[in-house]
């Protein structure tokens, strides 16, 4: 049976995609305009769902930061709104001209833009994700199949019901993008074995997901892998813009995986930086995991950090320190246990930072600023599918570009091949 409405929901979204590939960008930003318009006029029943949602979550006991990114307030909805129209406002990547080259047979060889065609998209907690998937995917013409996670069932349907008024409304087809109300796990392994069908899954969540996704499929994976993010404080760093930045990729948001989880404090500036860096720190309930010569510095409890620890990904007030004697050692160790993601530096010394930014192999690698701006709003991409810590075929915040690949166009004038 699953198999059966799996087969029907690629079947309607196959089709769907061959007329989204040629779509009007004026008739796709007129869809996602009233798409926003869908949620702001259904605001108060996304909130009716999403509180059931979060009562449920709490009543299993789930973390402060598992609650907050299920969570949906007047503030986020109306986010969701502002995205879709932000994403209707950018420039529409399909049949954009990459490159063009000129043969001396006078052939015209040129790179162009087009849709993946069906994408899914396995996602968890964050209902949000739905508007975003379904406005990125739209604009760059290519039909999604959502599964959601089980905890944000009714927000995610509440959202995409809202977003499916609008879009019929302004004359969309409803293939184009689909919902699986089933969150069984046979659903995740009937969309993981629909090869031919759906040409690209992306997974977003946990570890334990990603692993599931990545063995499991049959079809094309990009992962949205975990975050374990390093701030590393140079010898030169200025401590004040150093307290900023730290608190700030821990502290602003730290359920989400741009967060900081490891800070590495170089030991020429330990003595000026960690005492009230740790108390800062303490006062926001942070608990910190340091290494032996961070406890030195630290007047409130401090946990033994371990390996394990560095390779975690906490997505909650748990901080990961670690004293190191040289650029050389920190560059190291974010190898050994970055995932790839966001990684910073802190410093005024400028051939320090360049040496940072050349070594660290990471999507997005910052000096001097907050690994928390690792977004696809940030990046002015309008918002983001994932954010993408493989090497092929996108890395970083995924957007419009990053949901497109491309065909030669080649023109000619009777030319033959010799």
């Given at each position: 049976m699953n198999r059966d409405m799996m087969n029907e929901m690629t079947e309607k979204a196959r089709k769907a995609s061959y007329s989204l590939a040629v779509m009007s960008r004026e008739r796709k930003d007129a869809v996602l305009r009233s798409m926003a318009d869908g949620i702001e006029r259904s605001?108060?029943?996304?909130?009716?769902?999403?509180?059931?949602?979060?009562?449920?979550?709490?009543?299993?006991g789930r973390t402060g930061a598992f609650v907050d990114r299920l969570e949906l307030n007047d503030k986020r909805i109306s986010g969701m709104c502002s995205m879709l129209r932000?994403?209707?406002?950018?420039?529409?990547?399909?049949?954009?001209?990459?490159?063009?080259?000129?043969?001396?047979?006078?052939?015209?060889?040129?790179?162009?833009?087009?849709?993946?065609?069906?994408?899914?998209?396995?996602?968890?907690?964050?209902?949000?994700?739905?508007?975003?998937?379904?406005?990125?995917?739209?604009?760059?013409?290519?039909?999604?199949?959502?599964?959601?996670?089980?905890?944000?069932?009714?927000?995610?349907?509440?959202?995409?019901?809202?977003?499916?008024?609008?879009?019929?409304?302004?004359?969309?087809?409803?293939?184009?993008?689909?919902?699986?109300?089933?969150?069984?796990?046979?659903?995740?392994?009937?969309?993981?074995?629909?090869?031919?069908?759906?040409?690209?899954?992306?997974?977003?969540?946990?570890e334990a997901l990603i692993r599931e996704v990545t063995e499991k499929s049959r079809v094309p994976v990009i992962k949205h892998y975990k975050g374990i993010c390093h701030v590393y404080v140079d010898k030169d760093a200025n401590t004040d813009?150093?307290?900023?930045?730290?608190?700030?990729?821990?502290?602003?948001?730290?359920?989400?995986?741009?967060?900081?989880?490891?800070m590495l404090v170089h030991k020429d500036i330990a003595d000026a930086f960690l005492p009230g860096m740790l108390a800062k720190f303490a006062g926001a309930g942070v608990k910190i995991k340091g290494c032996v010569r961070t406890k030195k510095y630290a007047n409130i409890p401090v946990g033994t950090v371990t390996d394990e620890d560095y390779a975690t990904e906490w997505l909650d007030l748990v901080l990961n320190v670690k004293i190191v004697d040289s650029l050389d050692e920190a560059v190291g160790h974010i190898a050994r246990f970055?995932?790839?993601?966001?990684?910073?530096?802190?410093?005024?010394?400028?051939?320090a930072a360049e040496d940072f930014l050349r070594r660290v192999d990471s999507s997005a690698v910052?000096?001097?600023?907050?690994?928390?701006?690792?977004?696809?709003?940030?990046?002015?991409?309008?918002?983001?599918?994932?954010?993408?810590?493989?090497?092929?075929?996108?890395?970083?915040p995924m957007g419009l570009e990053e949901l497109t690949t491309y065909k030669y166009v080649v023109r000619g004038t009777g030319q033959i091949r010799e």
């Amino acid at each position: 049976m699953n198999r059966d409405m799996m087969n029907e929901m690629t079947e309607k979204a196959r089709k769907a995609s061959y007329s989204l590939a040629v779509m009007s960008r004026e008739r796709k930003d007129a869809v996602l305009r009233s798409m926003a318009d869908g949620i702001e006029r259904s605001a108060a029943d996304i909130k009716k769902a999403n509180a059931i949602d979060v009562a449920a979550a709490r009543e299993k006991g789930r973390t402060g930061a598992f609650v907050d990114r299920l969570e949906l307030n007047d503030k986020r909805i109306s986010g969701m709104c502002s995205m879709l129209r932000e994403v209707a406002a950018l420039e529409d990547p399909v049949g954009k001209v990459i490159g063009t080259t000129t043969r001396p047979n006078g052939l015209v060889i040129e790179k162009v833009r087009v849709p993946i065609g069906v994408i899914g998209i396995i996602y968890e907690s964050r209902p949000n994700v739905t508007a975003d998937c379904v406005s990125l995917c739209m604009k760059s013409g290519n039909a999604v199949i959502l599964r959601g996670g089980s905890d944000a069932i009714n927000s995610n349907k509440a959202i995409y019901d809202a977003m499916r008024r609008g879009a019929v409304s302004a004359g969309m087809d409803e293939g184009a993008f689909a919902l699986v109300e089933d969150t069984s796990r046979d659903m995740v392994d009937s969309m993981l074995g629909a090869a031919g069908k759906i040409d690209l899954i992306m997974p977003r969540g946990g570890e334990a997901l990603i692993r599931e996704v990545t063995e499991k499929s049959r079809v094309p994976v990009i992962k949205h892998y975990k975050g374990i993010c390093h701030v590393y404080v140079d010898k030169d760093a200025n401590t004040d813009m150093a307290e900023n930045i730290c608190f700030n990729a821990k502290v602003q948001r730290p359920g989400v995986c741009n967060a900081m989880e490891t800070m590495l404090v170089h030991k020429d500036i330990a003595d000026a930086f960690l005492p009230g860096m740790l108390a800062k720190f303490a006062g926001a309930g942070v608990k910190i995991k340091g290494c032996v010569r961070t406890k030195k510095y630290a007047n409130i409890p401090v946990g033994t950090v371990t390996d394990e620890d560095y390779a975690t990904e906490w997505l909650d007030l748990v901080l990961n320190v670690k004293i190191v004697d040289s650029l050389d050692e920190a560059v190291g160790h974010i190898a050994r246990f970055g995932s790839g993601h966001s990684d910073a530096i802190v410093t005024e010394n400028a051939r320090a930072a360049e040496d940072f930014l050349r070594r660290v192999d990471s999507s997005a690698v910052y000096v001097n600023a907050s690994t928390r701006f690792t977004d696809g709003g940030e990046f002015g991409k309008g918002a983001e599918i994932g954010i993408s810590t493989d090497r092929l075929h996108a890395r970083g915040p995924m957007g419009l570009e990053e949901l497109t690949t491309y065909k030669y166009v080649v023109r000619g004038t009777g030319q033959i091949r010799e």
